[in-house]
């Protein structure tokens, strides 16, 4: 499946948050501590910081790497969705829902763009498959909840609620228990005891990230979660994907309801873990709604194809039947919207791989030798990727949107407005879009998306 993926996206590229990642474990395989001094720093996470400290020694490998596991992420959240939906329902009910999953937008856009939610959903989803499996499985469970909790804080929740569940089902053991307890406290413990190393406070993460949704303007907050939440996760499911899902839930409960509840409880518990954090001070978006849009759209495909699973003379088969046929038909009038989405993700990963591309070649060409004073780059988006390339601290790349510019060193502008209209994809992100060469700095090399300027 991801050999797949490979063939029809072919282009990629790891992140902002994930280049960080990479760069900060390179750091911390130099000795040194993380360097969070950077122009709006995103969320550390420690376990991909880990995997940042073993890839360092490939040097730029690294982010081949990291693809890797962005690609076998992607196929292997499909794969899983196939697996539970199987389990759950039966085959097509699986291949449905995984197709439905490997062909919205935010999957290959986020997976694509090797984003530290794949790996989490799949941790997540395989946790869910050994449950599924082994039911009251306990340690197993837990053990996969453990590297999920150390790549997103909502995996703390499903711990401590399967812990919760596990007690309530009559586990009394307390050795078990104690040990249960161990598995569950070992995410948010060593999160908080990384960031207190590495940063100087066990709230780092959470502090810092509630400043950058304010910096950014970003919907947050119980408010905004009624008006903005069902939005986001209709930006992954989509029209057909969002009624089908609804339905499916609401009939599966109604006439396969031990088939269906590990899978409603399973979504409620990932839409739950999205609203907490969205009323603790975190950012809206779709792309922490795709745990639960993985879930749904096993019941979005239950919705299509249940009333199979139903005896031929059930009062409600033909009523199911006429449901199935309206997302049928919302699937066939939204295809050409859904192809002008998959075709918009193509595109925005082949230009700013285009950009990053250049980028790399000008750090590579030897252009910003000698290394003097500070570099300006036009906007923060560019901070880790120059930093990693050129081996420097993050915090001697200067974002000059958002901090002051520099009179000497160098400045890096952007050629053309493609560059413009295709690197700084958020809107709410501070740019330098029309800002002249600041006096005596002279120009030194350039290629088709950059333009580097120095003065030493």
Same mark, same amino acid.
């Given at each position: 499946?991801?050999?797949?993926?490979?063939?029809?996206?072919?282009?990629?590229?790891?992140?902002?948050?994930?280049?960080?990642?990479?760069?900060?474990?390179?750091?911390?395989?130099?000795?040194?501590?993380?360097?969070?001094?950077?122009?709006?720093?995103?969320?550390?996470?420690?376990?991909?910081?880990?995997?940042?400290?073993?890839?360092?020694?490939?040097?730029?490998?690294?982010?081949?790497?990291?693809?890797?596991?962005?690609?076998?992420?992607?196929?292997?959240?499909?794969?899983?969705?196939?697996?539970?939906?199987?389990?759950?329902?039966?085959?097509?009910?699986?291949?449905?829902?995984?197709?439905?999953?490997?062909?919205?937008?935010?999957?290959?856009?986020?997976?694509?763009?090797?984003?530290?939610?794949?790996?989490?959903?799949?941790?997540?989803?395989?946790?869910?498959?050994?449950?599924?499996?082994?039911?009251?499985?306990?340690?197993?469970?837990?053990?996969?909840?453990?590297?999920?909790?150390?790549?997103?804080?909502?995996?703390? #929740?499903?711990? &401590? %609620?399967? +812990? @919760?569940?596990?007690? !309530?089902?009559?586990?009394?053991?307390?050795?078990? *228990? =104690?040990?249960?307890?161990?598995?569950?406290?070992?995410?948010?413990?060593?999160?908080?005891?990384?960031?207190?190393?590495?940063?100087?406070?066990?709230?780092?993460?959470?502090?810092?990230?509630?400043?950058?949704?304010?910096?950014?303007?970003?919907?947050?907050?119980?408010?905004?979660?009624?008006?903005?939440?069902?939005?986001?996760?209709?930006?992954?499911?989509?029209?057909?994907?969002?009624?089908?899902?609804?339905?499916?839930?609401?009939?599966?409960?109604?006439?396969?309801?031990?088939?269906?509840?590990?899978?409603?409880?399973?979504?409620?518990?990932? #839409?739950?873990? &999205? %609203?907490? +954090? @969205?009323?603790?001070? !975190?950012?809206?978006?779709?792309?922490?709604?795709? *745990? =639960?849009?993985?879930?749904?759209?096993?019941?979005?495909?239950?919705?299509?194809?249940?009333?199979?699973?139903?005896?031929?003379?059930?009062?409600?088969?033909?009523?199911?039947?006429?449901?199935?046929?309206?997302?049928?038909?919302?699937?066939?009038?939204?295809?050409?919207?859904?192809?002008?989405?998959?075709?918009?993700?193509?595109?925005?990963?082949?230009?700013?791989?285009?950009?990053?591309?250049?980028?790399?070649?000008?750090?590579?060409?030897?252009?910003?030798?000698?290394?003097?004073?500070?570099?300006?780059?036009?906007?923060?988006?560019?901070?880790?990727?120059?930093? &990693?390339?050129?081996?420097?601290?993050?915090?001697?790349?200067?974002?000059?949107?958002?901090?002051?510019?520099?009179?000497?060193?160098?400045?890096?502008?952007?050629?053309?407005?493609?560059?413009?209209?295709?690197?700084?994809?958020?809107?709410?992100?501070?740019?330098?879009?029309?800002?002249?060469?600041?006096?005596?700095?002279?120009?030194?090399?350039?290629?088709?998306?950059?333009?580097?300027?120095?003065?030493?």
């Amino acid at each position: 499946m991801a050999a797949l993926l490979l063939l029809l996206f072919p282009t990629g590229f790891p992140n902002y948050d994930t280049i960080y990642s990479l760069l900060w474990g390179r750091e911390l395989g130099e000795g040194l501590s993380p360097d969070r001094g950077g122009a709006l720093p995103p969320t550390p996470h420690p376990l991909a910081e880990a995997f940042g400290l073993v890839t360092s020694p490939f040097g730029d490998g690294a982010i081949d790497l990291t693809m890797v596991v962005a690609y076998v992420a992607l196929g292997l959240i499909g794969y899983l969705v196939y697996r539970l939906g199987s389990l759950w329902f039966d085959r097509p009910i699986g291949t449905v829902a995984a197709l439905f999953v490997l062909t919205r937008a935010p999957f290959l856009s986020n997976g694509l763009r090797a984003y530290v939610d794949l790996p989490y959903l799949a941790f997540c989803l395989g946790a869910l498959l050994m449950e599924t499996r082994r039911p009251r499985a306990g340690w197993p469970v837990l053990a996969l909840l453990v590297p999920a909790g150390l790549l997103r804080p909502e995996a703390w #929740l499903f711990s &401590f %609620a399967y +812990l @919760a569940y596990l007690y !309530l089902s009559g586990e009394r053991d307390r050795r078990k *228990l =104690a040990g249960l307890l161990a598995l569950a406290l070992a995410a948010p413990l060593s999160w908080a005891i990384y960031d207190w190393i590495t940063a100087g406070s066990p709230t780092y993460s959470f502090t810092g990230t509630r400043e950058t949704v304010e910096t950014l303007d970003r919907q947050t907050g119980p408010v905004d979660l009624v008006l903005y939440g069902p939005r986001r996760l209709g930006e992954v499911l989509q029209w057909p994907g969002m009624v089908g899902a609804l339905g499916g839930v609401a009939l599966g409960l109604a006439f396969l309801r031990r088939r269906s509840a590990v899978g409603v409880a399973a979504a409620g518990l990932a #839409l739950g873990g &999205f %609203a907490i +954090l @969205a009323c603790a001070g !975190l950012a809206i978006i779709p792309r922490y709604t795709m *745990l =639960a849009a993985a879930v749904l759209a096993i019941f979005a495909a239950l919705g299509l194809l249940g009333w199979r699973l139903l005896e031929r003379g059930h009062p409600w088969r033909r009523p199911w039947q006429a449901f199935a046929g309206v997302v049928a038909l919302m699937v066939v009038v939204w295809a050409p919207n859904q192809y002008d989405l998959l075709h918009r993700v193509d595109t925005d990963l082949t230009n700013q791989a285009r950009i990053e591309g250049d980028l790399n070649d000008l750090a590579e060409s030897g252009a910003f030798e000698p290394l003097c004073g500070a570099i300006s780059v036009p906007n923060h988006r560019a901070v880790p990727r120059l930093a &990693f390339d050129l081996e420097v601290r993050p915090s001697r790349i200067v974002s000059s949107s958002e901090q002051r510019q520099p009179r000497h060193g160098y400045f890096l502008d952007q050629a053309t407005a493609f560059v413009v209209h295709n690197f700084i994809l958020d809107p709410n992100d501070p740019a330098r879009l029309e800002t002249p060469v600041p006096p005596g700095f002279q120009p030194v090399d350039r290629n088709e998306s950059w333009v580097l300027y120095r003065r030493c």
